[in-house]
């Protein structure tokens, strides 16, 4: 297991956030946003320039995470269109910054959510629309999943409560559906609270053939009043969880997986 850091929780600035990396001891950088711009909107110069630094101050890169497709209704959006290949665009930028940081880890977003409901007995069309949403969601992630394989580089995706992933359980639908073993997992338990996928070690061990990166925070969450209290890690819903998760990740020595927090 290696510990990093989400770098724009520390700064703006690169050679900053490499004095602040230095001083903690974390050799691990996870580069979202750099010089006030998310990394996937940062010039291949400005990359070059991070990897000196990097370099120089004996810091890795674990993951390059994008936002493209953030933010974007799969409804309004179809493969080919201006919006759908500015994204793209974008996704690709970051694969040649993670190329130039020397990172094999790319992580993208999931559009914005559509319910997704599996239904039965007329729940599927009257709850769920005929699912429509997954289907098209499957259209629309099957480009980024190609671009992965001929790219070589691992896509990796995060659950997140307001995109088209949500849990552990629909990622793996997603790789099975799709065929694609270079789309990976990018785990924040906290984030899959809001829909009740708590994580046990059942869960955990069904994950592990995918796992790439883990975030952790903790948080209060509840779904009913859609409220959502980030707290200390440890005193909030994770907390008995935790313990169990990073005995085990350490027993199984999970070298290959790097851990923000």
Request: aromatic letters at 8%; proline letters at 3%.
């Amino acid at each position: 297991m290696k510990i990093s850091a989400i770098i724009d929780g520390i700064s703006t600035d690169c050679r900053t956030i490499c004095e602040v990396m230095n001083e903690t001891g974390v050799k691990y950088a996870e580069f979202q946003s750099c010089s006030g711009k998310r990394i996937e909107e940062n010039t291949l110069d400005e990359a070059r320039a991070y990897k000196a630094l990097i370099d120089a101050y004996g810091i890795t890169a674990s993951c390059v995470t994008t936002h493209a497709f953030a933010g974007v209704p799969i409804g309004a959006l179809e493969v080919g269109d201006e919006t759908y290949q500015h994204h793209m665009g974008l996704l690709k930028n970051g694969i040649e910054i993670a190329r130039i940081l020397g990172c094999k880890q790319v992580r993208t977003m999931c559009f914005t959510k559509t319910i997704v409901t599996f239904g039965k007995n007329g729940a599927d069309k009257w709850n769920a629309n005929n699912n429509q949403a997954w289907p098209k969601f499957l259209a629309l992630f099957a480009p980024v999943a190609k671009l992965a394989e001929e790219e070589d580089i691992d896509i990796l995706i995060e659950p997140c409560f307001n995109s088209m992933i949500t849990s552990c359980w629909l990622f793996k639908k997603l790789v099975e559906d799709l065929g694609c073993k270079r789309i990976k997992l990018l785990w924040d338990p906290c984030n899959n609270l809001y829909y009740q996928e708590y994580p046990t070690l059942d869960v955990y061990e069904s994950i592990k053939p995918y796992l790439a990166h883990i975030h952790i925070k903790d948080a209060i969450i509840d779904p009913v009043r859609s409220t959502n209290e980030f707290r200390a890690i440890g005193t909030g819903m994770l907390a008995p969880y935790l313990l169990d998760l990073a005995a085990d990740v350490k027993e199984k020595k999970k070298n290959g997986i790097s851990v923000e927090q």
